[in-house]
């Protein structure tokens, strides 16, 4: 009896790891860039992302205190998004700063087309400290992004909807 109960939990936790595991397959380097394409139809899509490492010292400098907010201490040396750029067909959409700023190390992605809307899902952080965030876009701005709690896309922390104003 013992040893039904045994495999059935290991079978629950490893079909959930497993299908988290599949739902983002690329890996994000703590240093480096990495670009995710999707093509459908007419339309190819590039989101590149570039990070870098950053060692978290004692410091007075304003930049570092903020980039030493933002990691997760899951890992040293702590990895930043240093720059977050959106291509379609060749344009670049505009992505507000507040869409990756906080956004620390980071370890797996993906990026997918759902209802004609755009999505990069990523994870961050480790064990108790790790995140997931979602970005939804279209063909010319990011519409809204989600900061979740655990690394299921559930339970959501942050959800916030850009609205672009003319002037």
Do not use: W
């Not at 700063?97 to 906080?102: I, K």
């Not at 990069?120 to 519409?143: H, N």
């Amino acid at each position: 009896m013992r040893t039904i109960k045994f495999v059935i939990i290991f079978a629950l936790m490893f079909s959930i790891c497993y299908s988290a595991d599949i739902l983002l397959k690329q890996v994000i380097p703590s240093q480096g860039a990495i670009t995710f394409h999707n093509r459908s139809g007419k339309s190819c899509v590039e989101v590149k992302i570039v990070t870098r490492q950053f060692a978290i010292k004692k410091t007075n400098n304003i930049d570092s205190l903020y980039i030493a907010r933002c990691c997760t201490k899951c890992q040293v040396p702590c990895s930043v998004v240093d720059s977050f750029s959106i291509l379609f067909n060749g344009r670049k959409v505009f992505v507000p700063l507040l869409v990756y700023c906080e956004l620390s190390d980071l370890g797996r992605g993906d990026l997918s087309l759902e209802n004609g809307k755009y999505h990069l899902k990523l994870q961050g952080g480790d064990a108790s400290g790790s995140y997931c965030s979602e970005i939804i876009f279209d063909s010319t701005v990011v519409l809204q992004s989600i900061e979740f709690r655990s690394i299921f896309f559930t339970d959501t922390f942050a959800s916030t909807r850009y609205k672009y104003i003319a002037f």
